[in-house]
Every structure is written in structure tokens, then in C-alpha cells.
């Protein structure tokens, strides 16, 4: 029998069975694995099964070659990651949907989504997005988000955005790697990632719990000091004297040499900075010193973890009650 014929009539024969017969048949080679998955038969007769007879909620079709995904509307989590999915017009009442990588454009049915994954969509035109709770639109064309500041999580990194005025409700805002520089209206953001953007000015930023400066030019910390975690990590910071009542701070690669307003700090990192006396430093639980000009640990005992590699320290006698010791 001509091959070609053969492979229609296995078709053919295929969408009047069950998927468990078909499941079935897939494992009798790879051949009719193929065969059955590489058809647009496949799209249309499988998904239609599933969707009518067993009714999933949560399906993960990444890195298929689906594109018609109009039977779908019903799931609460669905993941086409990677498809080749255009179309998204039926799928507005999904909970969590993860179009990430694909050429999706027009989101405007997608409005009532909980979560939505856009990361490096062809999306540009947000405006209807404002109600999702959770919105990734890394590595997008994305300039205007000004409907967008009821989000909960909102990732905007790696974006063209510059104005974020209308973010100030954020609760956890990614703008690492854009050009924007005024954050005025970001003072009451939980969660903030600044890394990598123009931001000099951080003096109303100082309500926030968790933030990221690092790689910036910023200078002036002085407003930070309730901060609970704080990323500073290569910026042009060398007066720390307010940061006292950081839980978490991270100096690593900047020009601070006087850490001595720090001793409260349960995790410090102060890799690669000017430091030479950690005198104040012996109730740190977490303290990084490496690569440093650091001699002396004598009071840092207490240390739970102490990193002090690439030290000129020599004696080590006084850490003997250091839970982890690098040196």
C-alpha cells in the first residue's frame, strides 16, 4: 500500500478512538508517535478530546507546535510557553496563563487573567492589563504602563519603559535594566528592583522593604535606613552611617571603608570593599569579608557564617565557635 494512503487511513481511523487508545498506539513506536503528534489532526482531534470528555483544568503544552488553542477558554492554568500560538482571543477566562516566547500581539481578552506571562511577546499595547494580579513583560516592547498601576507583581525588566509614575501601588515592581531614573512615586513599593537603571535619587524610597540598587550611581543612602534588605552591590555608596537597622545589606564592590554603624546587621556583605576594621561587626550572624584588606577577626566569634578568603588575615584561633568558616 502506498505509504502516503496508509498514513491518511491511520489518521482517519485514529480521531473515531479514545485517547486512551491512542495513547495506546503512540507507544507502538515512535513511528506512530510521530505520525500522530506531527499533524495538524493532532491540534484539532486531541485537544478537542481532552478538553470535551475529560475536562483538565491545568494543561502544559510548552514548546508544541499548537497554534489554535480556540477550545481551550475553560482551563484555569494553561502553559503554551514556546507554541506557536498567534490567536489568544478565547482564552480571557483563564486564571494563569504562560505565553512566554511566542508572537502573541493582541492581549486585549485578557484582561480578567490572575497571572499572565508575556516575557518576550511581540506585545506592546497593554492598556486593558491593569486588573492582573501578577504580569511579566520582560524582554517586551512595552513603553506605556500607565494602566497598569493596580498590579500586584508587575515585571517590567529589560523593557523601554521610563515613566513610572503610575506604579506607586505596586506591592513587588522589576524595573532592573531600563532607563528609568525618577522613582518619586515608588515610595510605598514592598519590593523594589532598580538594578541597572538611571536612578540616582532614592529619597523616597525609604518605606521599602526589600531593595535593589545595585549597579546604579547612586550615592546618598541616607534616607534608606528602615529598610529591612538592601542591594547596593557595586554603586557609588561610601557613607553607610544611616544603615544601621538593615537586616539584610549588601555593600560588596563599593568604596566604603567605615563600617563601624553596622553591628546590628544580621547579613552583611562587604566583599571587595576598603574595609580593614570590623571591630563593630562581632554580632553579625552572616558577615562576607572576602577580598578585602580585613587583618583582625578577633571579636567576630559569634559569627554563625564568616567568609575570609582572599584576607590578610592569618590568625584564625578566636572562630572557633563559626558555624561556617571560609578562609
Known sequence: MNPLIF??????????LTIKNIIGYELISKFHTKLIRNTPWFQEVILKKIMINYHFKNINLSYTNISDVSALGNCHTLNLRGTEVIDVSALGNCHTLNLRGTKVIDVSALGNCHTLNLRGTKV??????????TLNLRYTNVTDVSALGNCHTLDLSITFVIDVSALGNCHILNLAGTNVSDVSALGNCHTLNLSDTKVIDVSALGNCHTLDLSCTNVSDV?????????????????????LGKCHSLNLSYTNVSDVSALGNCHILNLAGTNVSDVSQLGNCHTLN???TNVSDVSVLGNCHTLDLSSTKVSD??????????LY
Open 7 to 16: 498514513d491518511d487511513l491511520f489518521i482517519t481511523i485514529c480521531e473515531f
Open 124 to 133: 506592546i499595547d497593554v492598556s486593558v492589563l491593569g486588573n492582573c494580579h
Open 222 to 242: 541616607s534616607a534608606l535606613g528602615n529598610c529591612h534588605t538592601l542591594n547596593l552591590y557595586n554603586t557609588n555608596v561610601t557613607d553607610v552611617s544611616q
Open 289 to 291: 569579608l572576602s577580598h
Open 316 to 325: 584564625v584561633s578566636a572562630l572557633g565557635n563559626c558555624h561556617t568558616l
